[in-house]
């Protein structure tokens, strides 16, 4: 079977077993609302300021919120032991991590659909007219968030205190994409909405040599 | 010089970490030394 | 065994050489006097810091390669002494900074980049202490150090673009912007040292993981021979 249609039925049955139970999902969405809810007891901002550091704050609920939903993501295959029987079917380790990744990054870019309003309603920042290119912005930093995260926590899936560890890896490794995606946002959340291309090309960037990596060191992943 | 005392301080902290570290790593290769000859030892005997 | 002694030999006669020159015979800086001759231990330490990182990716990369366990030894050997090297770079920049700047410590692009691949090289040694069964530590490991590797340049990058839009007090000051001569050959032999140092540590480094690999093997070895004792002499007896 083919990459991307293994892929493909991989990625439906991720989508249909979180969609059974919506555990992983609410769970991390909530978790992005109690950040951006702390956002205002620590800072207590004006609207200036919630349109000067709301960015960084944004990106850091994602950041946490996906270092914590990544987990259980692997974690389920080691339960009943269905990672054994994937890597019997015929299909390749990168379809596998494809799988995890796709069905990862509609999880995520799902919570932050529901976070980026609610900073809106909460903090009075418009986001009128910047919607596409914050999409944009919003779509690149979660793809690399989504493969490195992927990748590492099929590392830490074999490691000891792997609920600390796979944060403790996921987060000096990202931080080009932090800074990448925080200006590219407050870019966008200044007076005169722009979309920095320099920050935009960073951040693929950083996903183009990512999922690369991935893609060539995928087998040592998902081994024996 | 205060400014003296920093710089001082600074070549010896580069050479007293590099110092450190090597000890600790010589420390620990004579132990295992000693280790590796016992169980030679223990495996002669049998 | 004489090899050994030689480097080591050799290595502290750059230390004190480098020593002298940056004291001695670099002439003085403008407006920093005596404390920019910090610069002569800081970049080299940084220098070195690089190299080691790079032995790191070479190994992880011919790890995988040929699963020989030689390249895992060598990988812990020099993320270990990149990560003293890092920290020498990350005691030395404050040092310098406090009298030049009056703050210990500052977010420019160059402070943060090593401030960052400290806690990259450190989350490597950790996970190499969190995996049991050693097959996996040394494959996987390898695969987070490549990825460690790969993203040192954007986090460089990433770093020099965040500082330049927004100005701080740059730590290195009029660095590498028309050196003088002499200065520049002073760096130099406190390169080679730093470096040469860091090379004589990695491969001591080397030896002792080589060495308690050695010992692990005698260790399961005298262990069956202990089992199979009741099973020989049930064969004599």
Known sequence: MNTPRAAAILLAKELRLEFRTRELLSATIIFGLVVVMMFSFAFDPTAAESRRYGPGLLWIAFLFAGSLMLNPSFAREQTNDTLDALRMAPISS????????????????????????????LYNVSMAGIVWR??????????????????????????RMRELLLPLLLLPILTPLLIGAVE?????????????????????????????????????LIEE | MKNFENLFAAWMVVWAVFFVYEISIARRIARLREDIERLKQQLREE | MTGRIASRIAAAALIFFAGYAALFIAPDEKTMHVIQRIFYFHVPSWIAMFCAFTVVFVANVAYLATRNAKWDWLGVAGAET???????????????????????WTWDARLTTTFILWLLYICYLLLRGLIDDPEKKSTLSAVFGIFAFLDVPLVY???????TQHPQPVILGGSGSGLDPTMSKVL?????????????????RYRLERLRHEFEELQIEVESRIAE?????????
């Open chain 1, 94 to 121: 990168f379809a596998i991590l494809l799988g995890k990744m796709l069905a990862n990054f509609i999880f995520m870019s799902l919570a932050e659909l529901v976070l980026v309003p609610v900073f809106g309603v």
């Open chain 1, 134 to 159: 914050l999409i944009l912005v919003l779509a690149l930093g979660t793809v690399g968030l989504t493969v490195t995260g992927t990748v590492f926590s099929a590392i830490s899936a074999h490691a």
């Open chain 1, 184 to 220: 590219a946002t407050a870019a966008l959340f200044t007076e005169q909405p722009a979309l920095d291309r320099m920050w935009v090309a960073l951040l693929a960037g950083f996903d183009i040599v990512f999922l690369t990596a991935s893609w060539l060191l995928c087998d040592y």
């Open chain 3, 82 to 104: 990149g990560v003293v090297c890092c920290t020498i770079g990350l005691i030395t920049g404050p040092l310098w900074a406090k009298p030049v700047w009056g703050i210990w």
């Open chain 3, 157 to 163: 990058v990433s770093n020099r673009l965040w500082r």
């Open chain 3, 188 to 204: 130099l032999v406190c390169t080679l040292a730093v470096v040469g140092v860091m090379i004589v540590v990695l491969m001591d």
């Open chain 3, 229 to 237: 004792a009741p099973a020989i002499a049930r064969e004599r007896g």
